[in-house]
């Protein structure tokens, strides 16, 4: 079958031809790319060669069947008429298909080191000082994520406990299950961390990050949606590269890292129509499992949006449901006893462990896109302006629209041209919904109220209440990124001249993306870890049971004592951080940044904020000191080149007493009050 034959045609009775066009995996044995069918979709009964039907991939064939007219063998396709797709040589023999592969794998390590050079240039200014240079807006993430890195590394070495640690916020802890510890990517990661420290492990992630979802993501379209290589190299870059992607760059690696994603897509889509349903169940589990450790909310989206996407299907055809519902709930069960169990330990620390929290605090819970993000360039792009971009979303790190005029209007331009195609259809359905969740409880216009979100009457349902909505809006860019392989692919089949329709092709794709390309994202210095920690001075000082205390207490915006920490892999322990916890340290209370309001450290971080020293009186005194020996505090530590430093230092000595100046900081050795009783 030709290419031409997967066209779309506007009549009523060529529906199911159209929509089986956009096939996400219709190919008769579900292999190689080059064994393509024109049909396409979700799940129908399947007409194929009883080989084919035994073949492993048969199921995948089936999955996408979601279009409705049956699978037929067809001929293979030349490497000229497909860029080198494949076809059978003219004797009908096999001798093509080692020359096929070869050229598919090259095809694929030339997309692959293109995805990787992107991610480099995107990184590049981070790559010059990975350890000086942070994001120019924000810096606490960042520092968060290190801090989990280096207890990876913990967990490895030394077999720490991986759920909870007493490393920061001592002597309460942190439930790192409820703190997206990242350990799927930490514990792989943990010889560059040792060798290198977590801060070049943190670019080293969004790197890796950024280029493995647009190669995931490119693989799986070009196997399993789309014929044409570029079709899936245009999908795949927008959904490793869209401006969402670049937003949480600079400090989420854990929402970026998405290269399970769409393989997660594909079996689940595989198990509408399995033949081995056990076998595709457990694998399912496996993937969800590994996910989990990664990012939960992601995992989550993800199965939000194959559910409401085979709904959409259904919705349509509803006669599929009687092929797909035996081998799903197969499928499914298996999945969830096989997840279950792997994650069973692992959940139960995650909600009912200690400092387990239920719910985020109502600033993050009404985090919400703006409808005019969606027409605006992000930030990190080419045509992005950041003063342009204010009150659009929560911040600059939660930017999840952000598609630009031109690219959100070429998006309902290929819904509409296509709308023939029961997948553009469901993948219509799929990117609306998600885009007006991400909207939050109040749905705005240029940050000016409009009406009440739906948001509202979800946001207190059990899982979603720990949701951040506005990231719903990764979910319409992946379907934004699909919209645009299947478009790509579908223009090929334009009754036009071929040297117009390149030229046209290009001109939209740049008219599409260029105003989004990514740009190099930008940073700013950071002060160094101190001399004194890198060379362990600290070491005759703090106990295995005592902490150092930085200056100011780490909290959300001061987390360069975090940052000590993990460039000695935890070695001490520190009071404070930046994690959620519950709201009055209690488990099940709602979630807040940061732990038990502290005294002492609200007292240090308003003479940080504003230079100014205060008089203090025996009580705040004698509260102070309560406080040191509640932590256990050995010693407090203040560089010398810290913001407002003198003040800070005047303050501190009003509570302890004078310090002394070792190498680059002040030092207070607190032993002597601390070990007294209270």
Known sequence: MTPAETRAESSPESDAAAASAS????????????????????????????????????????????????????????PAADGGAGAPAADGGAAPARP?????RRQDLVVFGLFLLAAVWVTSQIWV??????????????????FFLAHSVRVVLHGEFP??????????????????????????????????????????????????????????????????????????????????MLSHANWHPNIISQFLLPFIVW???????????????????????????????????????????????????????????????????????????????????????????????????????????FFAPGSPTLGGNERANINLA?????????????????AVGIV???????????????????????????????DRELVTGPWEWLVRLPLLDAVVPTRF??????????????????????????????????????????????????????PPVPDFITADRWRGYVGPDQTLVPIPVPNMGHTHGMRWAASTNLDFKIPGGYFLAPRNGNTGDPGRFGGRPSGVGQLLEEVASTGRTPELDDRQRRRSLDELRHWRAAILVLPVDQHHAEPLRRTVEQLVGPGRRELDVWVWDVRALTDQPA
Not at 100 to 104: L, T
Not at 476 to 493: D, K, N, P, Q
């Open 394 to 410: 929560p911040n600059y790190s939660e930017e999840n629209a952000f598609f630009g005029w031109s690219l959100s209007l070429i």
């Open 267 to 373: 079996r689940v889509l595989v198990i509408t129509r399995s033949r081995r349903p056990w076998r595709d169940g457990l694998l399912l589990a496996l993937l969800v499992t590994v996910q989990a450790f990664i990012n939960e909310e992601i995992l989550l989206f993800t199965a939000m949006a194959c559910g409401v996407f085979l709904l959409a299907v259904l919705a349509q055809r509803p006669a599929l449901w009687s092929a797909a519902w035996r081998p799903l709930a197969k499928a499914l069960a298996t999945c969830t006893v096989v997840a279950g169990a792997l994650l069973a330990y692992p959940l139960y620390v995650q909600f009912a462990g200690p400092m387990a929290y239920h719910g985020l605090s109502d600033a993050v819970r009404d985090y919400g896109n703006d409808i005019a993000a």
């Open 23 to 78: 096939d996400p995996a219709a190919r008769p044995d579900g292999g190689d790319a080059g064994d393509r069918t024109s049909n396409g979709g979700a799940p129908v009964p399947a007409t194929r060669a009883p080989a084919e039907a035994t073949g492993p991939s048969g199921a995948a064939a089936e999955v996408g069947a979601a279009a409705g007219t049956p699978s037929k063998p067809v001929a293979r396709t030349s």
């Open 129 to 146: 000082d990975p350890a000086g240079r942070v994001a120019s807006l924000y810096s606490s993430d960042p520092a968060q994520v290190q």
């Open 473 to 526: 809006g990764l979910i319409t860019g992946v379907v934004i990124g699909i919209l645009l392989a299947l478009a790509v692919e579908r223009s090929r089949t334009l009754p036009v001249e071929p040297r117009t329709l390149r030229t046209l092709t290009v001109a939209g794709l740049v008219l599409a993306l260029l105003p989004i390309a990514p740009m190099p994202l930008k940073v700013s210095s950071r």
């Open 100 to 104: 096929r592969r070869w050229a598919r």
């Open 163 to 244: 759920f909870f640690t007493e490393q920061f916020n001592y002597p309460d802890g942190v439930n790192l299950m409820a703190n997206t510890a990242i350990l799927a990517l930490g514990i792989p990661m943990v010889p560059v961390t040792l060798l290198f420290g977590p801060a070049v492990t943190f670019v080293v992630l969004v790197t890796l990050a950024l280029a493995g979802t647009a190669s995931a993501w490119y693989f799986v379209l070009s196997r399993h949606v789309v014929r044409s290589p570029l079709a899936a190299a245009v999908g795949g870059w927008f959904c490793g590269f869209s401006p969402a």
């Open 416 to 446: 509409a041209w296509l709308r023939r195609e029961l997948l553009v259809r469901a993948l219509a359905v799929t990117g609306v919904f998600f885009a007006v969740l991400s909207l939050g409880e109040r749905v705005s216009w240029w």
